[in-house]
């Protein structure tokens, strides 16, 4: 992305990959609270899963985009930082939502 330093895009990886997870889990929780089926899956699976995929496929290609000019060295430690870093966002998210809230707990 023209013009975005790498301090930018580390900011909108963040906000891409952890904003569009929080929003997921907050409208597929309204929808089971509005739908009143609430241990019933809310958004459905295919897109449940779909819009995960599509949120890590953005992710990795502004990250891609944030690591062109580092050293191998330097990029290979951002990468692996960053996924680890989604990664544990991701479980905190997910684990929250599903056992903190109790939806897939009969």
Same mark, same amino acid.
């Given at each position: #992305?023209?013009?975005? @330093?790498?301090?930018?895009?580390?900011?909108?990886?963040?906000?891409?990959?952890?904003?569009?997870?929080?929003?997921?889990?907050?409208?597929?929780? *309204?929808?089971? &609270?509005? %739908?009143?089926?609430?241990?019933?899956?809310?958004?459905?699976?295919?897109?449940?899963?779909?819009?995960? &995929?599509?949120?890590?496929?953005? @992710?990795?290609f502004?990250l891609?985009?944030s690591?062109?000019?580092?050293?191998?060295k330097?990029? *290979?430690?951002?990468?692996?930082?960053?996924?680890?870093?989604? #990664?544990?966002?991701?479980?905190?998210? &997910?684990?929250?939502?599903?056992?903190? %809230?109790? &939806?897939? @707990?009969?």
């Amino acid at each position: #992305m023209i013009g975005y @330093s790498a301090k930018k895009l580390n900011r909108l990886i963040l906000f891409v990959w952890g904003g569009g997870l929080v929003v997921l889990v907050a409208v597929d929780y *309204c929808v089971r &609270i509005i %739908t009143g089926h609430y241990y019933v899956l809310g958004l459905g699976e295919p897109l449940w899963y779909g819009v995960q &995929i599509l949120l890590t496929l953005i @992710s990795l290609f502004l990250l891609y985009l944030s690591i062109k000019n580092l050293t191998f060295k330097n990029a *290979c430690f951002k990468v692996i930082l960053s996924i680890l870093l989604g #990664m544990f966002f991701y479980l905190v998210v &997910i684990w929250f939502y599903v056992i903190g %809230t109790g &939806i897939d @707990s009969f």
